[in-house]
C-alpha cells in the first residue's frame, strides 16, 4: 500500500495543477490556501515512512509500461528520495501559499498554479523513479515547467529571454543525458537505478562505453545544476516571481542536477574520472558564485549567485566521495534547502511591500516589517554559519570532510575557507542589512507583508534553530539513511552533533566569521573599483559565448529560410526532389544487387499502351500554354495511373486514384480560370535543368523498385509479418488498425500533431480581430 501511496501522492500534485485553471475561477484569491492542502497532505505521508525508510527500509513500487524495452513505471523511495520528498514538499506547501498572495489580482493565476504544481509533481518524480528513461520524462517535465515559470511575465522580454536560455541550456544537457542513460542501460543490462547501484563496484566502469557514458550524464547533471560553464542560466532565472525563485533554489530544478550524481554515485564514483572531473568543476563553480555575487545590488540576484556557489560546494562534496563528504553534502542540503527557500521569499515580501529590491535603497525594515524580518535574519545567520543554527553544522561537516580529503596540501581548505567568508558577507547584505539601521524612503509605503506570506520564512528559519540546537534526530533518521544510499558499503557515523569541541573546523569557522565580517565592509569598494573587471569577463564569458552561439544559430535559419522556403513551389520541389536523389543514389550504389530479368513479366500490349499514355500526356503537360490546357493532361496522367491499378488486381486503389484525380480537377479548374493566362518564367537553361533532374529522379525511384524486387526472393512480403504479429503483440485482430496505431504509431502521431497545428494556427486566424481604425 505504500508503495501505491507513493504513485498516489504525485498523481495527486499533477491533478491538483490541471484542476486549478477551473478551480481560479471559483475560489479566486482562497485557491492557495486549499491548494496547499496537497503538498502538505504529500508531506505529511512522506513524514509517515520515515520510520520504515530510515530503518534501512525502502518503499517500492511498479507499474508495467513499455516492458519490451525494458521500461517501468517504477519508484524506489529510500534515504536519499526521502530527505529530498520532504524538502520539496515541505517548501512546496509554504511556496503555495505564498505565491496566492503575492499574485494576488493577476487574471494568470491559475495557469501559474498549474505550471507550479506541474513543476512540483515532476521534480518529486525526478526523485522517486527508479528507472532512467522514466527519470529522463520527470527530468524534462521540470525544464518544460521551469520555463513556463520562469516566462510567467511573458510580456516581458526578459523573461521570456531569461526562460529560453534556461529551457534551451538544460534541455541539451538533458538530450545528452537521455544518450547516456541509453548507454548505460545498454552496458549494465537494466535501466532500473537500484540494480544499477547494486552491481559490484567497477563493473561499469570496465565498460569500453564509459567514457562516453559519464561524460554525457555529466553534461545532464552540470547544466540542470547551472555547474561552471552552464551557470549563467541560473541568475538570469530570477526574472521569475519570486515564490517560483524560492522554489526553484531552495529545492527543485537547480537541486536536480546533485540529486543525480548522488544518486548514481554507487555506480558511477568508481572511475577515476570521478574526483578529477566532479570536485573540480565544483569547486570552479563555488569561486565563480561567490565572485559574481560581489558585484551584484539586487537582492534576488546575490541570492542567486549565493545558491550558485552552494551548488558548486555540494559537487565539490560529491566529488570528493568520501563517507564524511557525503554526510557534509547531505547536510548542507537541507541546511541549504531550509534557509534559501526563507531568504527569496523574503526578498520577494521586502520587494512586494517596498517596491524595490537595491540594497541601497533598503534600510531599518525591521520595525515596519517585523517578522518577515525575523524570518529573514534567521535564515541569513543560518547561511553565514553562526552557531546554534543549521548552517553551522553544515559549516562545521564542510571543514572536516575538506580537512580529510586526499589532494595537494591546503588547496581544497584554501577554497572553503575564502568562500565561505564571502558567502557570509553575502549573506549579511543580502538578508540583514536592509533590515538593520535606520529607515529609508522607499517606493512605496512599508509595511508588514500578509500572515501568507511570512509564516514560511519564520517556519523554515525556525525549523535551522531547532536542528541546528537538537541535530541528532536529523541526523538518524533523515541523514544517516540518506548517506547510507549514496555510499552503501562506507563506515559512516550516524551522529550528527553541534559542539565538536575545539578542534581545525572550528577554528576555520572562527576564521570565517572574521573574515566574513571584513569582507562585508570591503564588499562596496570592491564592487565600485571592480566594474571593469566584470565587464571583461562578461564579455568573454560562457554568457556571452552562448549568445554568439544562439546568434549564430538564428542567422543560419533566417539564411536557411530565406534560401529553402522563400514561398516558391519550383524551389520546394527542386530542393526535396534533388537531395533526395543524391541521397538514394549514395545508397543504391552501396546495395549489392543482381537483377534476375527471368522473374520478371513480359510486358503485355494494354499495359505498354497505358504507360505510353501516361508518358505523353506528362510532356504534353510540360509544353502547355494554358492552366486548363495543363490541368486535363495532368488528369489524363492521374487515369493512367488508376488504370494500371487494374490492370495489375489493386482495384480498391484504383477506384480511391480515380476519385482523387476526379476531385483535383475539379477543384483545379474552379481555382484556376478566374486567373491571367500561364505565363513563361523559365529560361531555357532552367528547363534544361528541371527536366535533367526530373529524369534523374524517375530513374532513381525505377532502380528502388527494382532492387524491391530484387529482395522480395529473400525478405519476404512484410505482410506476412504484420498478419502472424497483429495479435499477440498489439492484441488487435484488424491489421490496418495496428499498423497505423502501433506497428507505426510514431509516423501516424506525427501526422496527428501536423493536424493539431494546423487546427490551432486556423483557430489562432479565425480569433484574430482586425484593428481598429
Known amino acids: 500500500m505504500m508503495g501505491n501511496g507513493m504513485i498516489l501522492s504525485i498523481a495527486a500534485v499533477f491533478l491538483a495543477g490541471l484542476a486549478s485553471p477551473l478551480a481560479f475561477r471559483l475560489l479566486r484569491g482562497s485557491l492557495g490556501k486549499y491548494l496547499a492542502m496537497v503538498p502538505l497532505g504529500a508531506f505529511l505521508y512522506y513524514a509517515s515512512l520515515v520510520p520504515s525508510v530510515g530503518g534501512g527500509g525502502a518503499v517500492r513500487a511498479s507499474l508495467p509500461w513499455a516492458e519490451s524495452l525494458g521500461i517501468s513505471l517504477s519508484f524506489h523511495v529510500d534515504g536519499l528520495s526521502l530527505l529530498f520528498l520532504l524538502i520539496i514538499s515541505l517548501v512546496g506547501t509554504f511556496v503555495v501559499i505564498y505565491a496566492a498572495e503575492y499574485l494576488r489580482g493577476s487574471n494568470g493565476l491559475g495557469r501559474f498554479f498549474l505550471c507550479l504544481m506541474g513543476f512540483m509533481g515532476s521534480m518529486l518524480g525526478v526523485v522517486s523513479a527508479d528507472n532512467l528513461i522514466l527519470l529522463f520524462i520527470f527530468w524534462e517535465l521540470t525544464g518544460i515547467t521551469s520555463f513556463l515559470l520562469i516566462g510567467y511575465d ?269 558567502v557570509f558577507a553575502l549573506a549579511a547584505i543580502a538578508g540583514i542589512r536592509p533590515f538593520l539601521g535606520p529607515a529609508k524612503a522607499t517606493p512605496r509605503p512599508v509595511h508588514e507583508a500578509p500572515w501568507t506570506m511570512w509564516v514560511g520564512p519564520l517556519v523554515l528559519g525556525a525549523l535551522a534553530i531547532k536542528f541546528g540546537v537538537f541535530p541528532g534526530w536529523v541526523g538518524e533518521h533523515l541523514i544517516a539513511p540518506a548517506a547510507r544510499a549514496v555510499v552503501p558499503d562506507a563506515p559512516f557515523d550516524e551522529r550528527l552533533k553541534l559542539w565538536h569541541g575545539w578542534n581545525s573546523a572550528l577554528a576555520l569557522s572562527i576564521l570565517t566569521v572574521a573574515g566574513g565580517a571584513l569582507a562585508y565592509r570591503l564588499a562596496p569598494a570592491w564592487r565600485l573599483s571592480s566594474q571593469g573587471l566584470y565587464r571583461a569577463l562578461a564579455a568573454a564569458g560562457p554568457e556571452a559565448a552562448y549568445d554568439r552561439i544562439l546568434d549564430a544559430v538564428l542567422g543560419f535559419a533566417k539564411w536557411q529560410t530565406k534560401t529553402l522556403q522563400n514561398g516558391k513551389l519550383r524551389n520546394y520541389i527542386l530542393t526535396v526532389g534533388g537531395f533526395a536523389a543524391a541521397l538514394l543514389i549514395s545508397q543504391i550504389v552501396r546495395v549489392p544487387f543482381a537483377l534476375d530479368l527471368s522473374r520478371m513479366s513480359p510486358p503485355s500490349l494494354p499495359g505498354t499502351a497505358v504507360c505510353g499514355l501516361i508518358a505523353a500526356a506528362a510532356i504534353f503537360a510540360c509544353f502547355a500554354k494554358s492552366r486548363f490546357t495543363a490541368i486535363l493532361t495532368l488528369g489524363v496522367v492521374g487515369l493512367g495511373v488508376a488504370i494500371l491499378f487494374f490492370l495489375f488486381s489493386a482495384p480498391d486503389l484504383a477506384m480511391t486514384q480515380i476519385l482523387v484525380e476526379t476531385l483535383t480537377v475539379v477543384l483545379f479548374v474552379l481555382a484556376f480560370h478566374k486567373l491571367p493566362l500561364l505565363r513563361e518564367f523559365s529560361s531555357a537553361a532552367i528547363k534544361a535543368r528541371d527536366a535533367a533532374l526530373a529524369a534523374v529522379f524517375g530513374c532513381v525511384m525505377a532502380a528502388l523498385v527494382m532492387i524491391a524486387f530484387h529482395f522480395e526472393k529473400t525478405a519476404g512480403p512484410i505482410s506476412d509479418y504484420m498478419s502472424a504479429n497483429s495479435l499477440p503483440l498489439a492484441n488487435g485482430r484488424n491489421v490496418v488498425n495496428v499498423i497505423l496505431v502501433d506497428f507505426r504509431a510514431l509516423d501516424t502521431l506525427g501526422e496527428i500533431t501536423v493536424l493539431a497545428v494546423a487546427a490551432l494556427g486556423v483557430f489562432a486566424m479565425l480569433r484574430l480581430k482586425a484593428p481598429k481604425p
Open 154 to 422: 511573458h510580456e516581458d522580454a526578459a523573461s521570456r529571454r531569461a526562460a529560453l536560455q534556461a529551457l534551451l541550456v538544460t534541455g541539451a544537457g538533458g538530450l545528452a543525458m537521455l544518450a547516456g542513460f541509453i548507454l548505460l542501460g545498454v552496458a549494465a543490462g537494466t535501466s532500473e537505478i537500484s540494480a544499477l547501484n547494486a552491481l559490484p563496484a567497477g563493473t561499469l566502469a570496465a565498460s569500453p562505453a564509459f567514457s562516453w557514458i559519464f561524460a554525457l550524464i555529466l553534461l545532464g547533471a552540470f547544466t540542470k545544476s547551472a555547474q561552471f560553464p552552464f551557470h549563467f542560466w541560473l541568475p538570469n532565472a530570477m526574472a521569475a516571481p519570486a515564490p517560483v525563485s524560492a522554489f526553484l533554489h531552495s529545492a527543485t530544478m537547480v537541486k536536480a542536477g546533485v540529486f543525480l550524481l548522488a544518486r548514481l554515485h554507487p555506480c558511477l564514483s568508481a572511475h577515476e574520472l570521478w574526483v578529477g572531473i566532479v570536485a573540480p568543476v565544483g569547486a570552479a563553480t563555488l569561486v565563480t558564485g561567490v565572485f559574481l555575487g560581489l558585484r551584484e545590488t539586487d537582492l534576488k540576484k546575490i541570492l542567486a549567485y549565493t545558491t550558485l556557489a552552494v551548488l558548486g560546494t555540494l559537487t565539490m562534496l560529491l566529488g570528493l566521495g568520501t563517507a564524511l563528504a557525503i554526510k557534509a553534502f547531505l547536510v548542507y542540503l537541507l541546511a541549504h534547502a531550509l534557509y534559501k527557500a526563507a531568504l527569496f521569499l523574503s526578498a520577494g515580501s521586502v520587494d512586494h511591500e517596498t517596491g524595490t529590491r537595491e540594497i541601497a535603497e533598503l534600510s531599518g525594515l525591521r520595525r515596519a516589517m517585523p517578522w518577515t524580518a525575523a524570518g529573514a535574519m534567521v535564515a541569513a545567520l543560518s547561511m553565514a554559519g553562526i552557531p546554534l543554527l543549521l548552517g553551522f553544522v553544515s559549516k562545521e561537516y564542510f571543514y572536516k570532510a575538506l580537512l580529510a580529503a586526499d589532494g595537494p596540501p591546503l588547496v581544497w581548505e584554501t577554497i572553503g575557507v575564502i568562500t565561505s567568508m564571502l
